[in-house]
């Protein structure tokens, strides 16, 4: 409404504005029609015409004026208003009698362009939130309700209750937050969670509000609405971030609030001295009222606010929420970043690190024949093996008269060969021991091993660990990248801690420390002058999460409500600590630019307009200094939308932060530590 506003505002103040210049002795004069009356009361239609202008085109500064008068806050407004109003006021007393030179066209020209500026400016502050604005229109304003005998009714998101079930079509866009209990399709999530690529998902999975459904048609249940859901949550947080304030955001205000009492000192000095060294009184207020205009603070004032909001628009776009404003500008002077590693280094399920054969038998065929035996079995050693040789894309053959060992391992027939999966004390029991050098030196990793048999002869080994994830050792480099230093904390056993910290290349551990113990273990690396974001799942890792300089729940999943973090990252992709502090290194440097944009521009600017040129061929006049004041708005707006096109600091085309734009993988769900 301020946009449309302000943009009728300047075009009646530009409609007027030609002919208050035709109807201006001087600007007749500069014209060569001469100085004389142009009618018979020329001079009282140049009067209605400027005031027109002045309470038509000037009515936001006055009544802004008003409000920082009332508020007991001067700034620009009160600068603006003060300037137009001398200006009026003066050719007003020249029209009707007191002797001098009207300002009556240099007010319009004035107005006018300080109304353009502002439409112009607020065009760009708008789109500074434009991502927030289309996360609140990612939710339809109807859904579809399946009723118990299976018709369907439309009814508004409003009436929907958790337990509803609801039809979600092809192309369709998810109601509310829910579980898929029917059908099987892909979603586009990118507008909530940055992840580019489809997800695909079946029965049991959950669907998030607002992402958009696939080719095919799937009937969810309501499991939350209004404000639970994830999107409510995002947008709360959003909102609250850009609404924050910060240390930036107060300098920036208390420089703004200096440069007005600099520039109402300067604009009635310059009137003084001007007056004193006997120059006109025309000249004299044109240099106050060029004082005032040009000094105006609105680029100090919005040199730190429009960063704000492209960055917490830019962060949430990409599945990286910031809920306090604070610690996220802090982050730029960490030096260590501490890791959970259970579900935040590694995906908290056990999986295949190692195959050694023990015989002429192949890796993959080794494989094979495990997972046949151990499909027809619960146990986390058995989907580890299976999964693992699906990651493969091996054929697995069908096992029959499957027997377990308790306690021990699992047995079958696969081919027509007995075929034994069991501990390596199973098997030195029965008569078939392993002394393989690899035994010895995966168990010294903290590492599970489990012998395959064939026919009674060991045959390979299968090393069990907890599945490191593959983007985690590149997480680990971005951050070195970014001078920072990585931390792992785990309350896994030392060859555990030592073996994952190894491959990953994380210099510095600590093992066998116990969930209560994560918290003091954050305190001891900051009283050692350390400071320190704690990565973890924001459920047993909360404690230490608020103990650390910034803690960064990771995997949070739909569930974003994470008390305890600082900054929650959607995905469960380590990558993503990189993406957050060098993302609050950029918006640091954002801010200083602007700020320095800002003061550097009026050091320069308000000496200009209070005739220092004089004598030198350049004066500058209120309407230039108008144009001056409203670029250096616009410099300050664009550069702040500049940080849209951040793309991190190695570049890496797997993990780029540009707006709404994600990596492709999947997300995974949060797992404790």
């Given at each position: 409404m301020m946009v449309d506003d302000f943009r009728r505002r300047f075009w009646v103040s530009l409609l007027l504005t030609p002919p208050i210049l035709f109807l201006s002795p001087m600007i007749r004069h500069w014209m060569g029609l001469g100085a004389s009356s142009a009618f018979r009361g020329d001079g009282a239609i140049l009067f209605l015409l400027s005031t027109a202008v002045y309470l038509y085109g000037g009515w936001p500064f006055l009544s802004g004026f008003a409000r920082e008068l009332r508020s007991g806050r001067p700034g620009m407004m009160t600068l603006v208003a003060m300037a137009i109003s001398v200006a009026y006021f003066y050719s007003a007393a020249v029209t009707f009698g007191v002797p001098g030179m009207s300002f009556y066209w240099e007010l319009a020209t004035l107005i006018t362009i300080m109304l353009l500026g502002h439409w112009l400016e607020?065009?760009?502050?708008?789109?500074?939130?434009?991502?927030l604005e289309a996360l609140v229109r990612l939710l339809p304003d109807t859904a579809t309700r399946m009723d118990a005998d299976g018709t369907g009714r439309e009814v508004p998101i409003s009436g929907l209750s958790p337990g509803d079930r609801v039809l979600v079509r092809p192309g369709g866009k998810v109601p509310v937050d829910g579980r898929l209990v029917e059908g099987v399709s892909s979603f586009n999530e990118s507008m909530l969670t940055g992840e580019s690529r489809p997800v695909p998902k079946q029965a049991g999975d959950v669907a998030i509000g607002g992402a958009?459904?696939?080719?095919?048609?799937?009937?969810?249940?309501?499991?939350?609405?209004?404000?639970?859901?994830?999107?409510?949550?995002?947008?709360?947080?959003?909102?609250?971030?850009?609404?924050?304030?910060s240390r930036s955001q107060d300098i920036a205000n208390r420089a703004a609030g200096w440069l007005t009492y600099i520039a109402l000192t300067v604009g009635f000095a310059s009137f003084g001295y001007w007056t004193l060294v006997g120059q006109s009184w025309e000249f004299a207020i044109e240099r106050m009222v060029t004082v005032m205009v040009i000094a105006c603070p609105h680029a100090l004032g919005l040199a730190v606010p429009l960063v704000v909001a492209v960055s917490t628009s830019l962060s949430a776009g990409n599945g990286l929420l910031i809920r306090d404003r604070a610690a996220f500008e802090r982050a730029r002077s960490l030096d260590a970043v501490v890791f959970d590693k259970t579900g935040t280094l590694t995906e908290g399920r056990f999986g295949v690190s190692d195959v050694v054969p023990l015989t002429s038998i192949s890796e993959d065929a080794a494989l094979a024949l495990a997972a046949s035996v151990e499909s027809r079995s619960e146990h986390p050693i058995a989907?580890?093996?299976?999964?693992?040789?699906?990651?493969r894309g091996l054929s697995i053959p069908r096992s029959d008269n499957v027997l377990n060992i308790t306690g021990e391992g699992i047995a079958a027939n696969v081919g027509g060969r007995e075929i034994v999966i069991a501990s390596p004390g199973h098997l030195e029991r029965n008569g078939h021991g392993v002394s393989h050098p690899a035994l010895t030196a995966l168990e010294a990793k903290g590492k599970t091993v489990v012998v395959l048999a064939v026919d009674g002869a060991p045959s390979a080994l299968f090393a069990m660990a907890d599945v490191v994830r593959p983007e985690s050792a590149q997480a680990i480099r971005e951050l070195r990248s970014l001078g920072i230093r990585p931390i792992m904390l785990t309350g896994d056993a030392e060859g555990v801690a030592h073996s994952v910290s190894a491959e990953l290349g994380i210099e510095e551990y600590y093992a066998e420390v116990l969930p209560d113990q994560k918290a003091a273990k954050i305190a001891?690396?900051?009283?050692?002058?350390?400071?320190?974001?704690m990565v973890g799942d924001g459920v047993n890792d909360a404690p230490a999460l608020v103990e650390a300089d910034l803690g960064i729940a990771i995997g949070a999943g739909?569930?974003?409500?994470?008390?305890?973090?600082?900054?929650?990252?959607?995905?469960?992709?380590?990558?993503?600590v990189a993406a957050i502090l060098g993302l609050s290194r950029a918006t640091y440097r954002?801010?200083?630019?602007?700020?320095?944009?800002?003061?550097?521009?009026n050091a320069v600017a308000i000496p200009m307009a209070a005739g220092i040129t004089f004598g030198t061929g350049f004066l500058m006049t209120p309407a230039i200094g108008a144009v001056f004041m409203s670029l250096s708005t616009i410099i300050v707006a664009v550069?702040?939308?500049?940080?849209?096109?951040?793309?991190?600091?190695s570049g890496n085309q797997a993990r780029r932060l540009t707006p709404w734009q994600g990596t492709e993988r999947t997300p995974q769900g949060a797992r404790s530590g």
């Amino acid at each position: 409404m301020m946009v449309d506003d302000f943009r009728r505002r300047f075009w009646v103040s530009l409609l007027l504005t030609p002919p208050i210049l035709f109807l201006s002795p001087m600007i007749r004069h500069w014209m060569g029609l001469g100085a004389s009356s142009a009618f018979r009361g020329d001079g009282a239609i140049l009067f209605l015409l400027s005031t027109a202008v002045y309470l038509y085109g000037g009515w936001p500064f006055l009544s802004g004026f008003a409000r920082e008068l009332r508020s007991g806050r001067p700034g620009m407004m009160t600068l603006v208003a003060m300037a137009i109003s001398v200006a009026y006021f003066y050719s007003a007393a020249v029209t009707f009698g007191v002797p001098g030179m009207s300002f009556y066209w240099e007010l319009a020209t004035l107005i006018t362009i300080m109304l353009l500026g502002h439409w112009l400016e607020m065009r760009s502050v708008l789109g500074a939130s434009r991502a927030l604005e289309a996360l609140v229109r990612l939710l339809p304003d109807t859904a579809t309700r399946m009723d118990a005998d299976g018709t369907g009714r439309e009814v508004p998101i409003s009436g929907l209750s958790p337990g509803d079930r609801v039809l979600v079509r092809p192309g369709g866009k998810v109601p509310v937050d829910g579980r898929l209990v029917e059908g099987v399709s892909s979603f586009n999530e990118s507008m909530l969670t940055g992840e580019s690529r489809p997800v695909p998902k079946q029965a049991g999975d959950v669907a998030i509000g607002g992402a958009i459904n696939g080719a095919g048609a799937v009937t969810i249940e309501v499991t939350a609405t209004g404000g639970a859901t994830y999107l409510a949550q995002v947008i709360d947080m959003v909102r609250k971030a850009q609404a924050s304030r910060s240390r930036s955001q107060d300098i920036a205000n208390r420089a703004a609030g200096w440069l007005t009492y600099i520039a109402l000192t300067v604009g009635f000095a310059s009137f003084g001295y001007w007056t004193l060294v006997g120059q006109s009184w025309e000249f004299a207020i044109e240099r106050m009222v060029t004082v005032m205009v040009i000094a105006c603070p609105h680029a100090l004032g919005l040199a730190v606010p429009l960063v704000v909001a492209v960055s917490t628009s830019l962060s949430a776009g990409n599945g990286l929420l910031i809920r306090d404003r604070a610690a996220f500008e802090r982050a730029r002077s960490l030096d260590a970043v501490v890791f959970d590693k259970t579900g935040t280094l590694t995906e908290g399920r056990f999986g295949v690190s190692d195959v050694v054969p023990l015989t002429s038998i192949s890796e993959d065929a080794a494989l094979a024949l495990a997972a046949s035996v151990e499909s027809r079995s619960e146990h986390p050693i058995a989907h580890g093996i299976v999964t693992t040789a699906r990651e493969r894309g091996l054929s697995i053959p069908r096992s029959d008269n499957v027997l377990n060992i308790t306690g021990e391992g699992i047995a079958a027939n696969v081919g027509g060969r007995e075929i034994v999966i069991a501990s390596p004390g199973h098997l030195e029991r029965n008569g078939h021991g392993v002394s393989h050098p690899a035994l010895t030196a995966l168990e010294a990793k903290g590492k599970t091993v489990v012998v395959l048999a064939v026919d009674g002869a060991p045959s390979a080994l299968f090393a069990m660990a907890d599945v490191v994830r593959p983007e985690s050792a590149q997480a680990i480099r971005e951050l070195r990248s970014l001078g920072i230093r990585p931390i792992m904390l785990t309350g896994d056993a030392e060859g555990v801690a030592h073996s994952v910290s190894a491959e990953l290349g994380i210099e510095e551990y600590y093992a066998e420390v116990l969930p209560d113990q994560k918290a003091a273990k954050i305190a001891s690396l900051r009283r050692d002058g350390r400071r320190v974001a704690m990565v973890g799942d924001g459920v047993n890792d909360a404690p230490a999460l608020v103990e650390a300089d910034l803690g960064i729940a990771i995997g949070a999943g739909t569930d974003v409500a994470v008390e305890s973090a600082d900054v929650v990252l959607v995905r469960s992709d380590p990558r993503d600590v990189a993406a957050i502090l060098g993302l609050s290194r950029a918006t640091y440097r954002k801010m200083v630019q602007n700020l320095i944009w800002a003061t550097g521009y009026n050091a320069v600017a308000i000496p200009m307009a209070a005739g220092i040129t004089f004598g030198t061929g350049f004066l500058m006049t209120p309407a230039i200094g108008a144009v001056f004041m409203s670029l250096s708005t616009i410099i300050v707006a664009v550069n702040a939308q500049l940080l849209r096109f951040y793309r991190g600091n190695s570049g890496n085309q797997a993990r780029r932060l540009t707006p709404w734009q994600g990596t492709e993988r999947t997300p995974q769900g949060a797992r404790s530590g």
